[in-house]
Structures are given as structure tokens and as C-alpha cells.
């Protein structure tokens, strides 16, 4: 009989969405097949430090009065030295140093920049270890906007007009900017380029509220995209990579339905806050549910996704306009990713078998 698949849970990590990560994280080590897989729960601190973190689900669950966190302990987690070995090991605190084991595969569940970017994804490419999701071309594309309109927009796929700008450009001359942005029309919506989970993200409804917004957002990353707002509905898309060079597979389509928020914010992605509802499968008729999939595996592809994405999208009496990507999901109990796969007759935990197979075939 074989034996199990070892598989390390990255988690945390530098980024603003750290708490989100270990909310991912804890959804996953409780759903994962423990008869097929050890796991081996692998926190990064917002310092970036890599430690061994307890194998407890109810530890990083999400708590609004208390989101979870990976907090020092004294550990380190040493990677493989070089591509000849898959071995990790770790240092505890007095200083001893013992093997892991051998790893066949790593599920880094970072959400935003220094994990969800490319940059960890590099790291596991210099060592050698397979892992899930996409690689760092895909994962850097897909987190900065800016770059990601431009792909998908020679790829023929809508997207919002937009603008974007440097921080060294609005501190040189905030009334230009501001100037260069009135096309778009208001409202607009003022994102950073490089963040997710709507983490400094504000809807600009009226010219005086421009500046404060743009402080939000170049807290986060230092360039800014100002969008032109869509009229549409907002609706999702789960993808899965295909087996065997097989196309990507899209789930059934989620809608983001507002009942009382101005726009799909951080609160409401995450704490559960009043004022949106979250409605899967979304009531679409088989044409327009057919183009939205169509249109999210042409999105992956025109990436190079790998694994699994998320395509957002605007349904306007035009067609589908793409909101964004995102390479890296959240797996939250609330998420719509696995919302999606669930309504589409996956379970949470054969979609974390799928993933991790995802990863070994490639």
C-alpha cells in the first residue's frame, strides 16, 4: 500500500491579508483527507519569518474580535538546501534541529504581495518542490492589476477603462492626477495595484473624496489604479487547471448580490458584515452561463494559470466585463470559490484532493 502524500500548509505571510491566509489555512488543514495526506502546517510571521505552527484548525479560525495570526514561537523551517533533496527540517528554539521528512508537495495558501505574487512561488522553483496554484509568472500577473488588464485585454477579453498611477506622480502633482482621472467619470473606484481582499480599496463618489482615497490606497503598494466604475451585476467564476493538458474547467457562476454596502468590501468578503448576500449558482440563463465560463478559462489561459483561479466579472446589457483574477482565492467557510465548486458538485475536500493532484501532475 503507498504511502501517504506529505504536503506542507504555507500560511500567513507579510502581506495586509495575513489573517485571511491563516483563515484559508484552517479551513484546509480541517477539511483534508488525513488518510491520504500528512501534513506538515508551515506559518510565516508578518516579520517573514518561517516557523512550524500547530496542526489545529480551530486556532486560525476566523474570529472578528480575534483574527487568527502566526505568531514567532521560536521555530524555524529550514527548506531543502539544494534540488537533490526534498527533505525540510526545523530548528527549535533551544537551537536542535530535527527532519520533517521528505515533501512531495507544498500549498501555499498566501493571499496578496510576498506570497500570492510570485515570490514565494519563485522560492519553491529554486529548491524544486512541486506546489499548488500557479507559477510566477501567472501569480505576479495576476496580482497586479495594471498588468493583468493588459494581458486580458489583447486577449480580446473586456475589461474597465482605467488609469493608473505612481506614487512619485501623485507626490509630485495630486491636482494633474486628479486631472488625468476625470474621464472615467464618477463614481470610480481607487484600488492599489498590487493587493487583494479589497484591502485599500474605496469608492470615489464625489471629487473631494479623490485625495483620501488615494492615501488609502498608496498605504498598500506605490502604484494606484483608478477604475471607471461598471454598471452590471457582479458575478464569479471558479477554474480548475485540466488534467493532462486538458482545458481548464469552470464551476457554476456565483453572484455578489448588494443589499445595503456600497461595494464588495473587506468586511464583507470576510467578517461576514451585513449588507451583501452571496448567492450560488447565480440565476443566469444557460447562454450567459456558458460565455461567463468560456470567457474565465480564456482569462486563466491568457495568464498561464495553473491550478485554480477565480475570474470576477461585470454582467452589463453589453456582455461580460472582467473585474480581476485572482490566482490565490480565500478558502473561508464564506469564500465563493469553494461556494462555487461545492454548488458545481465538488466537496470542499475532493477539491483540496484535485488541487493537490493539480500540483504532482505538473
Excluded at 504581495?113 to 529554486?126: A, H, N, S
Aim: proline share 6%; with cysteine.
Amino acid at each position: 500500500m503507498p504511502g501517504k502524500t506529505r504536503v506542507v500548509v504555507l500560511f500567513g505571510g507579510r502581506s495586509s491579508e495575513h489573517s485571511i491566509s491563516c483563515a484559508t489555512a484552517g479551513g484546509v488543514l480541517e477539511a483534508i483527507d488525513r488518510s491520504r495526506f500528512d501534513v506538515i502546517p508551515v506559518g510565516i510571521t508578518r516579520d517573514g519569518a518561517f516557523v512550524l505552527e500547530d496542526d489545529s484548525p480551530a486556532k486560525f479560525r476566523l474570529d472578528v474580535d480575534a483574527l487568527p495570526v502566526v505568531a514567532d514561537n521560536g521555530t524555524r523551517v529550514r527548506w531543502p538546501e539544494s534540488t537533490l533533496t526534498r527533505e525540510v527540517t526545523v530548528q527549535d528554539a533551544s537551537g536542535a534541529v530535527r527532519s520533517l521528512g521528505d515533501v512531495d508537495v507544498v500549498f501555499p495558501i498566501l493571499h496578496g504581495p510576498f506570497g500570492e505574487d510570485g515570490t514565494v512561488q519563485g522560492m519553491l522553483e529554486l529548491v524544486g518542490l512541486p506546489y499548488v496554484g500557479s507559477g510566477v509568472l501567472a501569480s505576479s500577473l495576476g496580482m497586479d492589476k495594471h498588468f493583468t488588464k493588459i494581458v486580458l485585454a489583447a486577449a480580446g477579453l473586456a475589461v474597465a477603462p482605467s488609469v493608473t498611477v505612481s506614487a512619485l506622480s501623485w507626490a509630485a502633482d495630486p491636482s494633474a492626477v486628479a486631472a488625468s482621472v476625470e474621464s472615467l467619470g464618477l463614481p470610480m473606484f481607487v484600488k492599489p495595484a498590487r493587493a487583494g481582499s479589497s484591502v485599500g480599496v474605496s469608492r470615489v463618489a464625489d471629487p473631494s473624496e479623490f485625495a483620501a482615497a488615494m492615501e488609502l490606497a498608496l498605504r498598500e503598494d506605490s502604484r494606484v489604479l483608478v477604475e471607471a466604475a461598471v454598471v452590471g451585476r457582479e458575478v464569479e467564476c471558479a477554474v480548475l487547471g485540466g488534467r493532462g493538458g486538458a482545458a481548464p474547467r469552470a464551476s457554476v457562476a456565483g453572484e455578489i448580490v448588494m443589499t445595503g454596502r456600497a461595494f464588495y468590501d473587506f468586511d464583507a468578503k470576510y467578517l461576514d458584515a451585513p449588507g451583501v448576500e452571496l448567492v450560488c449558482p447565480a440565476s443566469l440563463t444557460d447562454a450567459e452561463l456558458a460565455e461567463m465560463q468560456r470567457l474565465a478559462a480564456a482569462a486563466f489561459t491568457a495568464i498561464g494559470g495553473a491550478g485554480l483561479a477565480r475570474v470576477d466579472f461585470f454582467l452589463t446589457p453589453s456582455g461580460f466585463v472582467v473585474n480581476e483574477i485572482n490566482t490565490m482565492p480565500g478558502f473561508t467557510p464564506i469564500s465563493m470559490f469553494p461556494k462555487c465548486w461545492i454548488a458545481s458538485g465538488l466537496s470542499y475536500p475532493e477539491l483540496i484532493d484535485e488541487l493537490i493532484a493539480l500540483a504532482l501532475e505538473a
